[in-house]
């Protein structure tokens, strides 16, 4: 009878070999979908159906700052658009920032808490996670 550390090896070797195999079925789509996209424009239709399915073009619009993020920033408040601006910490700076701070390694996350300077103990939450990882020897 297989150990669940015996188990847990080889399900997560499935799990990489269903992601491989998930990659490349990916990557056939992709191509596809660039040769539809193609077709579709050639033959001036937005959608059609096949087999019982329909297929169609979901045109989204996107919008980003262009690399000036401070000049964005201050057209939108210039414009009214003010309420789109949000200042934000960076999560995972955050959390790197904070375990600098630990006194050790092992420290556990109360203790972490603990050392961070004055009023950032209880401005900030400290928890941790813990997984099982796979590795060959």
Known sequence: ???NKQKYIKLNEKKLSLKDKLDAVMKDIAKLEA???EEFAAEG????TVDGVTLWIDRK???SAG???D?????LKKAGE???VKESINRQTLSA???EQAPSKLSSPEEIQAALPGGLKDAIKVTETNNVRVRKS
């Open 1 to 3: 009878m297989a150990t």
């Open 35 to 37: 040769a539809l996209l």
């Open 45 to 48: 239709m937005a959608k059609a």
């Open 61 to 63: 619009v996107w919008a």
């Open 67 to 69: 690399g000036d993020m």
């Open 71 to 75: 000049g964005a920033v201050a057209a």
């Open 82 to 84: 003010g309420d789109m």
């Open 97 to 99: 920032w904070v375990r």
